[in-house]
């Protein structure tokens, strides 16, 4: 049976389309059948950041209003077998986003993937609760920073309340991704600890990005970090999916690097 | 709007509005004292005082002081004050007043307050309500009548209300409200202290990280003593 994800936080800009094209990327690259939605209809980001912006012909609101068929939209990633996309529109208003709709075109995709990933748009508004609504599993992504926190923790209060499986009196499990995470700034405590984050959140651990160039590099080039094996968040990025799938891997890239005299002066963050 | 009738021109019209009207508001009612002290101040200001009009207010004196509002009235109108009506709960009063051809204005008093305050319908409690896990930013959570137990932690932007006590097992970030309903003995008791604000029976303070107690993890609990909170470690 096909699980339904969300990768949501709340607050914009944190890094949740980049967490779930990467952890789309890896799930597949680990064979799994998966296929990620973009909810963000007005600011669709999803299809640059996977590197498919030139490919999309219809998205999710054609095949809600009927005017394209599923098959038609999705988007094969020329990358990695078994790894497809369906995008936002970039034109339409959001309010053709309907719950009928979403469920249609969720329940198909359940028939065919492994994984359905949903990436939320920021806000707590119509996009962001349908994308969280048929979720069996969520991902909040944070940054180590008081705004963010809080802004996930409205978004994990959602989780609990506004979904399908919270109307059916569970709860849906999520778990914490920390992007962004600078361990030399936490150790001079101008940024919070993952420690700090995990406690005021109370949700597992599922992964932590360090705050990478990689990142940035990344996304301008369209592909997912993940496929970046000498870059750490890339590295973070195969440690969280391999925690999601239930692997027990301790936490890399949490505490400062103890630099050489030469990489102190020279190096750059990779 | 004027109403028209049978073609004949309006007389008048009815307006509501809101005026800015001076009232004098009386804590003695001795009829000398008050006009002495008149005297003095329409020295100091004579131009305020011409032709002002007034609303004598009764509410703050003892309620079994006998009050002559003709001696007041004479009094002020000496002094170039006009009482326009009284503001009082007196029956008394307002009867004279009447009298003597001025209106009547029901009191203002903070009774609205006062009654929340003093509602002890909430002194038979109910069952005690149990939440399990984490009060998140954005949710209230409200024990109607009862307890509150939070088996958990209450983040910021997260409100835990109850009309008896709260006791909250994990860190109190958010707002803890107890005595919702007025009920003084009412407590806030939590593992850990860095809450936004508490209140207890409508005292309420908030508070900055600098007045959160300094050791981390301890018990904290906050009550009245003298209607003022006290956070005790």
Redesign the interface.
């Known amino acids: 049976m096909a699980k339904v994800v969300v990768v949501t936080s709340g607050k914009g800009g944190v890094g949740k389309t980049t967490s779930c094209a990467s952890i789309g990327t890896a799930l597949a690259l680990q064979g799994f059948r998966t296929v990620l939605i973009d909810f963000d209809v007005g600011l669709r980001n999803l299809d640059l950041v996977m590197g498919c912006e030139r490919r999309v012909v219809y998205d999710l609101i054609n095949v809600i209003s009927g005017e394209a068929k599923l098959s038609q939209a999705l988007i094969k990633d020329k990358r990695v077998d078994g790894l497809f996309m369906l995008p936002a529109s970039q034109t339409r208003d959001k309010d053709a986003l309907t719950q009928d709709g979403v469920e249609k075109v969720i329940e198909e995709l359940k028939a065919d993937f492994d994984y359905v990933i949903c990436d939320s748009p920021a806000g707590i508004e119509r996009g962001a609760m349908l994308a969280m609504y048929f979720a069996d599993e969520a991902i909040v992504v944070s940054n180590p920073e008081v705004s963010s926190v809080?802004?996930s923790?409205?978004v994990?209060?959602?989780l609990?309340?506004k979904t399908r499986m919270a109307e059916n009196g569970q709860s849906v499990p999520a778990r914490l991704l920390v992007t962004r995470y600078d361990p030399e700034r936490v150790e001079l405590s101008e940024m919070m600890s993952v420690k700090d984050v995990a406690?005021?959140?109370?949700i597992p651990v599922l992964g932590v990005i360090p705050e990478s160039e990689s990142v940035l590099k990344a996304s301008n080039q369209g592909v997912p970090v993940v496929h970046d094996q000498q870059a750490d968040a890339g590295i973070a990025y195969l440690d969280a999916v391999a925690r999601f799938l239930g692997e027990d891997r301790p936490m890399r890239f949490i505490t400062p690097e103890r630099k050489g005299f030469l990489s102190r002066m020279f190096g750059g963050r990779r | 709007m004027a109403l028209k009738l049978s073609g004949q021109e309006p007389a008048f019209q009815f307006k509501g509005g809101a005026l800015t009207v001076t009232t004098l508001e009386l804590l003695t009612t001795d009829a000398l004292l008050i006009e002495k002290e008149l005297e003095q101040q329409t020295r100091r200001a004579p131009a305020f005082f011409r032709q002002t009009p007034v609303v004598l207010a009764f509410e703050r004196l003892e309620q079994d002081n006998p009050v002559s509002l003709d001696l007041i009235v004479a009094a002020c109108k000496r002094n170039g004050l006009i009482p326009i009506a009284v503001r009082c709960a007196l029956d008394n009063v307002k009867q004279s007043a009447w009298a003597l051809g001025l209106g009547w204005f029901p009191p203002q008093t903070d009774s609205h307050i006062k009654s929340v305050a003093q509602d002890k319908s909430c002194i038979a409690r109910k069952a005690t309500k149990f939440v399990h896990?984490?009060v998140?930013?954005?949710?209230q959570v409200y024990a109607d009548c009862a307890d509150l137990v939070v088996l958990?932690?209450v983040?910021?932007?997260a409100e835990v209300i109850a009309d008896g006590n709260v006791h909250i097992w994990g860190?109190l970030?958010g707002k803890a409200i107890a005595g919702a309903q007025g009920d003084q003995d009412a407590r806030v008791i939590c593992q850990q202290f860095k809450a936004e604000l508490v209140s207890v029976s409508g005292i309420f303070q908030t508070f900055e990280s600098y007045s959160w107690p300094n050791s981390a993890a301890q018990l904290i609990e906050i009550y009245l003593d003298n209607e003022r909170l006290v956070v005790k470690a």
Not at chain 2, 136 to 139: D, Y
């Open positions: 809080r802004d923790d409205r994990i209060g959602l609990d309340s406690e005021i959140l109370a | 896990g984490t998140r930013s954005g949710q958990g932690s983040n910021e932007g860190v970030r």
